[in-house]
């Protein structure tokens, strides 16, 4: 028996997202597509740095190939926010690991 769920409301502070299916699909593909151009590079890179910098974060930028590499999450991100300023750029963080999977994993 297939079980249907009522639509999802959101709080009354919200108002309602306007964004159409499209446009969120259009959204999920575009990052994907920067998920695997920033994954090749990640990859590339790993193993030069994974031993001297094991389990820290790495933000990667797919175009220029350049990354920024910090022990913290909060480090990174300023790091990022000094050489990036307010400009569009669109970056991938991962861990120097052997996934490269930020955060924990409940299993």
């Not at 997202?17 to 890179?45: G, W």
């Not at 920024?68 to 991100?77: C, E, Q």
């Amino acid at each position: 028996m297939t079980q249907v769920f009522p639509p999802r409301r959101r709080s009354r502070i919200l108002p309602p997202s306007t964004i159409t299916s499209e446009e969120l699909h259009h959204r999920r593909e575009q990052s994907n597509i920067l998920a695997v151009r920033c994954r090749a590079v990640f990859d590339r890179l790993r193993e030069q740095l994974i031993e001297t910098h094991y389990n820290w974060f790495i933000a990667i930028d797919p175009d220029s190939e350049n990354y920024l590499i910090d022990p913290t999450l909060p480090g990174l991100t300023q790091q990022i926010r000094h050489s990036y300023g307010d400009t569009n750029v669109k970056l991938t963080i991962f861990r120097l690991n052997d996934t490269g999977t930020c955060g924990r994993l409940w299993v």
